[in-house]
T-cell receptor
Framework: EPEVTQTPSHQVTQMGQEVILRCVPI?????FYWYRQILGQKVEFLVSFYNNEISEKSEIFDDQFSVERPDGSNFTLKIRSTKLEDSAMYFCASRLAGGKNIQYFGAGTRLSVL | AQSVTQPDIHITVSEGASLELRCNYS??????LFWYVQSPGQGLQLLLK??????LVQGIKGFEAEFKRSQSSFNLRKPSVHWSDAAEYFCAVGYNQGGKLIFGQGTELSVKP
């Protein structure tokens, strides 16, 4: 069964450093998403991406965040200068165009900012 | 504002017992409703979904959920829990045209032998 793949599974970084979280969505999916879950809190929407542009973003997704689809298979989330409060589990999701908004999630990347 | 509430943070049931996990939503339009499950080290796996029609929906692993518009609820049920069902369960609401999902806090399920 096709699945969304995220790498790395765990990323440790120093405050102020840039990190790139990587995702390989399901191959025929056209909508891509990033969510995050701070420990003990809800899963929160960050951004959605379609047709090579951001279609929606949350208040969390400020200028420190960016997304990119650098090639036909990868979808990345970059945090330019990490803060302690960016420590969280980051989930990538993808879905088909049209249809019923059924999103398929990866296993997540745990980001630890020290 | 749209929101999803899962009132139970942690539930413990005995293996073989029945299970009901609660979910209430606040949403302006007819929602699309989802239950996801997350086992340790795994991603969010879709258990079941409701879009329209029959308000009782069946999912994978023997789970079902019932949509009750009058109560703004979408509770998840299973008649007989297995030890492998121990995991965290998330209720979510989405738009019918795509876009973000709004998640509840999650309910952690523990299963006693």
């Amino acid at each position: 069964e096709p699945e969304v793949t995220q790498t790395p599974s765990h990323q440790v970084t120093q405050m102020g450093q840039e990190v790139i979280l990587r995702c390989v969505p399901i191959s025929n999916h056209l909508y891509f998403y990033w969510y995050r879950q701070i420990l003990g809190q809800k899963v929160e929407f960050l951004v959605s991406f379609y047709n090579n542009e951001i279609s929606e973003k949350s208040e969390i997704f400020d200028d420190q965040f960016s997304v990119e689809r650098p090639d036909g298979s990868n979808f990345t989330l970059k945090i330019r200068s990490t803060k302690l409060e960016d420590s969280a589990m980051y989930f990538c999701a993808s879905r088909l165009a049209g249809g019923k908004n059924i999103q398929y999630f990866g296993a997540g990347t745990r980001l630890s900012v020290l | 504002a749209q929101s999803v509430t899962q009132p139970d943070i942690h539930i413990t049931v005995s293996e073989g017992a029945s299970l009901e996990l609660r979910c209430n939503y606040s949403y302006g339009a007819t929602p699309y409703l989802f239950w996801y499950v997350q086992s340790p080290g795994q991603g969010l796996q879709l258990l079941l979904k409701y879009f329209s029609g029959d308000t009782l929906v069946q999912g994978i692993k023997g789970f079902e959920a019932e949509f009750k518009r009058s109560q703004s609820s979408f509770n998840l049920r299973k008649p007989s829990v297995h030890w492998s069902d121990a995991a965290e369960y998330f209720c979510a609401v989405g738009y019918n045209q795509g876009g973000k999902l709004i998640f509840g806090q999650g309910t952690e399920l523990s299963v006693k032998p």
